[in-house]
DNA sequence: ATGTGCTTGTGAAATCGTTCACAATCTAGG
DNA sequence: CCTAGATTGTGAACGATTTCACAAGCACAT
């Protein structure tokens, strides 16, 4: 594997990590081969568009016969990042984050949750999934002690633009925001939001231009 | 308004649903126009991307002026299909189905939950929301009493492509699925999926690749 | 050892989306 | 009524991403 030379297309990480599911489902299922047509199907996109994505990494098949599955696997996972643990907060013990935090499947992928942060006294001291809600005001402080790599945001939106800030100083580059916020965060910290009404308003735009 | 001669970029319709809530906002503020440079700086775009976003529908503005907030927010509300209510369902009254269900929001947006349902008999019966599970086999005479416009499905993947086709079957032209299944679906039917570990993923990419 | 069939990896072409740049048009002020 | 200043609307240029198309490479059969 080799690091693309120029930064990689945001789509491209999108289909790696479908590719991957896809790939674990194969591996799963005894195929010790797959060739770019069949991870193509599985994803709804061409195989051309599978090898073109491959190929900013490395040459990871084998002309004639395609892929290990195995081997394809471990790659993406080294590619994405994901041949290690991460250490993630949540910010907010509300409904959208005791969702997250009662959710298996993060842990089962390497997201392993080791704080969840809340304002409200009432939340504060209560578990959830299996780790005790904190106070906000000691985010920096336990965020630090945590060693976390990752937050989620799942607070109003009033809140979250300070909230991120506090948590870029306390040495979190990857935030996932569930809320309409504009987050204002210095340049080596990556945002990703999450906006369901949007994804609904989405959808009604093509109810009426069907 | 017009209606675009060909199929309107995605990315297009995303941006139109951040104007939209930035110019609620100006307005809520009693500004009467804004300009495509003070929409741009809020939505972190260029003001050449908001005219263009907008020409595709029309033309809103007045040169030397800007756009009246109030006329553009009614413009974008009809081209997105925002000048109605929407009748939703939610498949899945889990974890995630109860924080879509209980979340005041989207009703305040005109998306209105008339329906839930799940497979579990435990769950049939209670309310959510203020809405009462349904058994989720009695789906395709309920959706269509209901009068359904879209759904979300909030239910785990195994079960979610079955689900899928019967919901298509009854009407439902709009599903928006939390869960990672592939759905099969007539083409007459929009999905969007929100797909939370690969959000998580993209962001391991990033922390990586940093 | 060679041929057949299949599949990769990748330049080149095509398509799609964004940014540029400027004429057209508006308001406001004298 | 005319000018100054601002901002729109939009072709054209640009940049990015996807698709095409094919030579190169490998497995397997003969
Ligand atoms: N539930 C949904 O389906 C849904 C849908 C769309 C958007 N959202 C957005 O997701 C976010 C969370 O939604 P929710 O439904 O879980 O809300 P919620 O009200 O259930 O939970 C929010 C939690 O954040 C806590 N909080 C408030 N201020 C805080 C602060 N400064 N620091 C830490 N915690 C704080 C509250 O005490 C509460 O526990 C909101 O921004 C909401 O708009 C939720
Ligand atoms: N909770 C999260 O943070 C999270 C994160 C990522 C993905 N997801 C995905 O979202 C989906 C829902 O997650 P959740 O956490 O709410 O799960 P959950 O287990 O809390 O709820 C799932 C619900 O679906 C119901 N159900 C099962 N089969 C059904 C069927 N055939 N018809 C109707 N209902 C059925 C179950 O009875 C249950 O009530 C899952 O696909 C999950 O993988 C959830």
Redesign the interface.
Known sequence: MH?PTR??A?PT??R???Y??YLEAFEQAGRGTISSGELAQ???TTSAQVRKDLSFFGSFGKRGLGYSTHELTVHIRE????DRQ?R?VIIGAG??G???A??R??RD?G?EIVGIFDADPHRVGHALGGVTVSDVRHLETEVKRLRA??AVLAMPAESAPEVATRLAKAGV????DFS?A?LEVPS?V?V?S?????????????????
Chains 1, 2 share one sequence.
């Open positions: 690091t930064k990689t945001e990480v999108r790696l990590s479908l991957l599911r599985s994803g709804g590619i994405l990042g994901l991460w993630l409904k959208i005791s969702a997250v009662g959710h499947g993060f992928r997201f790599d990752m580059h990857a935030i996932l309409t504009q080596d990556t990703r999450v906006n369901l009404a949007l994804e609904l308003e989405v959808l009604s735009f093509a109810l009426v231009n069907r």
